[in-house]
């Protein structure tokens, strides 16, 4: 059973226009979420992050908010650039239990950004 | 910059053979996980280790799969017997704190033929 889900497989942009990629979860346990980009052949790399007790988090071009109550989160990416064209994987980890520590991923967001 | 180090990057088995795995976190990360990754979907874990002992492999398959991190740094995963199934990217990643950013290396793209 999925408990990240990001429903769209792709998405195509514009350089300098915004991105969104959108990521929905289902366990109300969740209390950490992140952003992973991932490049062929490489491992991911680690983006943003934003605690459940906030709901946004800034870091550069990047932005990212939760919606708890709808258990829906957004990565923003202001402007667009070419380099940004990879698959993004959203995470989710609950502080608790004996499964701390343990990122529950999406399927991923193929992102393509064309000049 | 500290980087999760991997190796070997490809390895290509048959099926029934033995296959193993190294990863090398970042200096002082106490934490160290590895996933596997199956074209098309996330990362799912296989292991968590705290320092050298291990502290959730409920998604391990321990009937093939074996995990270790003996001194509590360098960890070795292996796969035996391999199985066509197994083909996948395993990814190691470390963490300086239970629960917070994990950090990942290149992966290992096994293949089992």
């Known amino acids: 059973d999925q408990q990240v889900k990001q429903n769209s497989p792709s998405l195509s942009v514009q350089e300098g226009r915004i991105s969104i990629l959108n990521c929905d979860y289902t366990?109300?346990?969740?209390?950490?979420f992140l952003w992973y980009k991932k490049y062929p052949a490489e491992g991911p790399t680690f983006l943003i992050s934003?605690?459940?007790?906030?709901d946004k988090n800034e870091d550069g071009r990047f932005t990212v908010f939760l919606n708890k109550s709808a258990k829906h989160l957004s990565l923003h990416i202001v402007p667009s650039q070419p380099g940004d064209s990879a698959v993004y994987f959203c995470?989710?980890?609950?502080?608790?239990?004996?499964?701390?520590?343990?990122?529950?991923f999406g399927r991923g967001t193929q992102l393509t950004v064309w000049p | 910059e500290a980087e999760v180090a991997q190796s070997p990057r490809y390895k290509i088995t048959e099926k029934s053979q033995a296959v193993a795995f190294w990863c090398d976190p970042i200096?002082?990360?106490?934490?160290l996980y590895w996933y596997r990754q199956i074209l098309g979907q996330g990362p799912e874990l296989l292991v968590q280790?705290?320092?050298?002992?291990?502290?959730?492999d409920s998604q391990l398959p321990k009937d093939r799969f074996s995990a270790e991190r003996l001194k509590g740094v360098d960890s070795t995963l292996k796969i035996q017997p391999a199985e066509l199934g197994d083909s996948a990217m395993y990814l190691c990643?470390?963490?300086?704190?239970?629960?917070?950013?994990?950090?990942f290396g290149p992966g290992t793209r096994l293949t089992v033929t």
């Open positions: 990643a470390s963490s300086a704190i239970r629960g917070y950013e994990q950090y």
């Open positions: 366990n109300s346990m969740f209390d950490y």
């Open positions: 934003i605690s459940s007790i906030k």
């Open positions: 995470a989710a980890t609950a502080d608790r239990g004996s499964t701390l520590g343990r990122l529950y």
């Open positions: 200096s002082g990360h106490a934490t």
């Open positions: 280790f705290q320092d050298e002992s291990v502290v959730d």
